[in-house]
């Protein structure tokens, strides 16, 4: 057996030669054979991460180092305490991260693994079931509507057949299909004697003999890319490599810095390392590790209540940061089915909107309208499977045009099984691509004297030559060749527009003559149906959304330019022809030539899944942080690509598992939702890093401030990790859990390279914490020099930062907002760490044993008013850095 890629090209008896087969189907003995030699007929994997390795991929993180190199200093230095701590740190963030990621990809698995397919194959001359996954090479199979087609397969015996390639392709028309010999040249999506693995049966049967499975069909080859194609690192992953750098280089400056001014200042050598090690493990904000996973965490579950399924939990934070989501057009904007939206008549022109008429419509009578109807709803296959459900739940088999015209029919009262009980088909010419129309033939009440009825639709330049007559209301009048050539032109206007336009007619006949498209003629012209793919309700103001939240949607497709642009500019997107580039433009293009012209283009038509990568490059090359969505297998690659890839629930399973986000419920609108709650997270990581940062820098520079002017040290190590691990934690892990501001999607998107501190925070933070330091040191000076009590001295400084702290966080939860704008004890969590940090507090200097662990006394109300009211300036002191830094730039 020959292994060859043109089947198209060969005859069925060649086909049939090359393939070692015949009609009758492969035997027992030689299925076990081609098993063995081709393997099952599955798609490749990407081979699973174990629990083990999903596991150890939650520390792969800068800041988990950071911590790893404090957790050694503190076990070398034996702070076993503070050791235990940070390791409880580190598991704690790991096991939380693989908790929710090991959910989401056993949430995936579960709704692959609730549909499994069968296949109706010709095996020793006898049709039987069988798994797809034993589907072999030579294989005869059978199909029927409905049914998804097990593997590539050339046809070899065809009745009246479509298949919807939309899984493939991206177009969502159906495409007739028959057994004729091809050009070698023919392209794929041009090879109408072939069907390819996971395309739809919309309509008529077919036998086929399989010629590829698994990996070597077309949908495998897209698998194979999408193994092969890299996956970049998020946003935030690349700002906390480099937070991360910075800290630690922040870390070893300090360290060497504080330790060798010490000893040049005459401290002992195991006071200064002591000391310098306490106040590096102070600057690791190693609250920010669990703090940010449960702010992740907090984002997947809220995004999971909107019927979104995040795979990846760093995702949840990403989808804040998009700039540009590449959209396909079909089942993504569009509702992916079709349906009538216009009926054309002599004297009427009635518009439908998926779901209903824009007038009332009486069922009965001769009105051209009501006959347009009955038309589509006589001369049409299509079958309701349930017609005893509502109708949203109906399971319609059909092509998709017969689909729409069946529902039409319904929106306006009429029923196909009334209507075929009163005329029964007795005859029928079926669709075929070269002559591109259908007809039926009924027997009927004697209407006119006439005991049959000829009715047919199909395209209108097929129709018409075969047309002598216009029905104006029930009449029959001759059409004049003015009329025709009008009717020529009100079709062309319509497929300009993108829609797909049908002519139906009719005729009346006295006798029960032979029923064959050549005697097709002298039929009555009753009107045009026009039909489209319609938006999505909620697309249209999603994209304005998006729109005003700065996000520049592009619409990505295998379908035609016009349609297309038809559907783009409904959705309220100005397009013109410099805005759009077609699949042959791009590849005359090189990557730096797409570069620099893909910034204005909104529409990409007639595209391949090569394409689709090479066009998310182009745009990441630009900076730009890309979404992609989609639900075919042709969009599988560029979702890997792109920062964040998005899959439809009802798309391919290669989709799905390759996407970064499920949206559960098909809903376009749930990815507004997606990005707002990213935006979210990002503000709350913000949020977190800025507190703990301020708290740890805080002791740092009052440590240093010491040192440099031959001070005793305002803190000691004990006390610092005091702050550290019993007053931070807590509070920060509250900050989690902030709920969205109202106006995050006002703002534009941040950039790919802005960093997670942007010039403003820094600003921001840099003047809280020199003013709120310096102030402290000097509230710690004034006590020490005027009671010579450096323990007293001490307790003051070590209580005002814990203070001080549980105060200034409400600042920091508006972040760039000023207190007055919002409410700061909204956050339930935050008011309980703020209540217990200073029953803390009040343990650590009231209670004896503390005392004597801490070097602590207690303190009277004098001080507590002085503290309290330096607890009241560190918040002044936050909110004017936001007027001066946020505000002012803002406006």
């Excluded at 790893?68 to 991260?97: C, E, N, P, Q, R």
């Excluded at 989401?104 to 049709?127: F, H, P, T, W």
């Excluded at 290669?654 to 749930?670: I, P």
């Excluded at 303190?859 to 505000?887: D, H, N």
Aim: hydrophobic share 45%; net charge neutral.
């Amino acid at each position: 057996m020959k292994t060859i890629n043109n089947y198209h090209h060969i005859s069925v008896k060649e086909v049939l030669s090359n393939l070692k087969a015949s009609h009758s189907g492969l035997s027992k003995k030689e299925i076990s054979l081609r098993l063995g030699k081709f393997g099952f007929n599955k798609l490749p994997e990407e081979a699973k991460l174990s629990a083990l390795s999903l596991f150890l991929n939650q520390f792969k993180n800068p800041l988990i180092y950071i911590l790893f190199v404090a957790l050694i200093i503190s076990f070398a230095t034996k702070h076993f305490v503070d050791a235990w701590i940070i390791l409880a740190v580190i598991l704690v963030s790991g096991v939380v991260g693989f908790l929710q990621e090991h959910k989401a990809n056993e949430a995936l698995s579960r709704l692959k693994q609730m549909v499994k397919y069968k296949a109706e194959v010709i095996r020793d001359g006898k049709e039987m079931i069988v798994a797809q996954e034993n589907i072999v090479p030579g294989d005869i199979i059978i199909l029927s509507p409905g049914d998804k087609v097990p593997a590539d397969a050339r046809l070899i015996e065809t009745h009246d057949l479509e298949v919807i390639e939309s899984a493939l392709t991206g177009e969502s028309m159906s495409i007739n299909k028959n057994i004729d010999t091809l050009p070698q040249n023919t392209a794929m999506a041009d090879r109408i004697n072939m069907v390819y693995l996971g395309t739809v049966i919309s309509r008529g049967k077919a036998k086929a003999i399989v010629t590829a499975t698994g990996s070597q069909t077309e949908i495998g080859h897209i698998a194979t890319l999408v193994k092969e194609t890299e996956e970049g690192e998020t946003p935030l992953q690349k700002q906390l490599v480099r937070f991360g750098k910075t800290i630690g280089v922040i870390l070893v400056v300090l360290n060497v810095f504080i330790f060798s001014l010490g000893i040049l200042t005459g401290k002992p050598l195991l006071e200064m390392f002591m000391t310098s090690v306490a106040v590096v493990v102070a600057a690791v904000p190693e609250g920010l590790l669990p703090a940010m996973t449960v702010i992740l965490a907090i984002g997947m579950q809220r995004l999971a209540k909107q019927k979104g399924l995040v795979r990846k939990m760093i995702a949840a934070e990403t989808l804040g940061s998009v700039s540009v989501i590449c959209s396909d057009k079909t089942g993504t904007l569009t509702q992916g089915e079709m349906r009538v939206t216009e009926i054309i008549t002599e004297t009427t022109k009635l518009s439908h909107d998926g779901n209903k008429f824009s007038e009332t419509i009486q069922p009965d009578g001769e009105a051209s309208h009501i006959i347009a109807l009955k038309i589509g709803l006589l001369c049409n296959n299509a079958i309701i499977e349930n017609p005893e459900d509502e109708l949203h739940k109906w399971t319609i088999v059909g092509s998709p045009t017969e689909k729409a015209l069946l529902l039409a029919g319904r929106a306006a009262g009429l029923k196909k099984e009334e209507l075929e009980k009163e005329e029964p088909r007795i005859a029928e010419i079926p669709f075929d691509s070269e002559y591109k129309f259908m007809a039926t033939r009924h027997k009927i009440k004697a209407l006119r004297g006439k005991k049959y009825a000829v009715y047919a639709k199909g395209a209108p330049e097929k129709l018409l030559p075969l047309i002598s007559f216009v029905d104006i209301e029930g009449k029959k009048e001759a059409l004049t060749e003015n009329r025709r050539t009008e009717i020529q032109k009100q079709y062309e206007e319509l497929t300009s527009t993108g829609l797909r336009v049908i002519a139906v007619a009719y005729k009346l006949e006295e006798n029960d003559v032979e029923f064959t498209k050549e005697n097709l003629n002298n039929l009555v012209f009753v009107g045009l149906v026009a039909l489209k793919d319609p938006l999505r309700p909620e697309a249209k103001d999603t994209i304005k959304l998006c729109q005003s939240a700065g996000i520049r949607p592009v619409v990505i497709t295998g379908d035609h330019r016009l349609t297309t642009t038809a559907i783009v500019r409904e959705l309220g997107l100005k397009v013109t022809s410099e805005n759009v580039l077609e699949g042959t433009d791009l590849d005359n293009l090189s990557d730096e030539e797409l570069q620099k012209l893909v910034h204005r283009i909104t529409i990409f038509a007639r595209v391949e899944p090569k394409h689709k990568i090479r066009i998310v490059a182009a745009l990441q090359a630009n900076g730009e942080v890309v979404a992609m969505t989609g639900d075919g297998v042709n969009d599988a690659p560029a979702l890997k690509k792109a920062d964040i890839g998005i899959a439809v629930g009802s798309g391919t399973d290669v989709a799905k598992e390759t996407a970064d986000l499920v949206l559960l419920d098909d809903n376009f609108k749930t990815i507004v939702e997606a990005v707002r709650t990213g935006r979210g997270t990002f503000d709350n990581v913000r949020k977190v890093i800025l507190y703990l940062l301020a708290n740890s820098f805080n002791e740092v520079v009052l440590v240093s401030a010491a040192i440099v002017l031959l001070l005793p040290l305002p803190l000691l190590p004990v006390q610092i990790l005091w702050i550290k691990i019993i007053e931070d934690s807590i509070p920060s892990m509250a900050l989690a859990f902030e709920s969205v501001n109202k106006n995050v999607m006002k703002r534009p998107p941040r950039g790919s390279k802005e960093q997670i501190l942007n010039p403003n925070l820094k600003r921001l933070l840099a003047l809280f914490i020199i003013i709120s330091t310096l102030s402290l040191f000097a509230i710690f000076y004034y006590f020490w020099k005027t009671t010579g009590d450096i323990d007293y001295a001490r307790t003051i400084a070590f209580v005002g930062l814990g203070v001080a702290s549980r105060f200034y966080i409400f600042s920091v939860r508006g972040l760039t907002d000023s207190i007055f704008t919002y409410n700061p004890f909204q956050n339930r969590l935050v008011n309980l760490s703020t209540i217990f940090g200073i029953a803390m507090i009040l343990v650590a200097i009231y209670v004896p044993f503390f005392n004597g662990i801490l070097h602590t006394v207690p303190l009277g109300l004098k001080e507590w008013i002085v503290l309290g009211s330096y607890a009241m300036f560190s918040i002044i002191v936050y909110e004017i850095g936001k007027m001066f830094f946020i505000a002012k730039k803002a406006k």
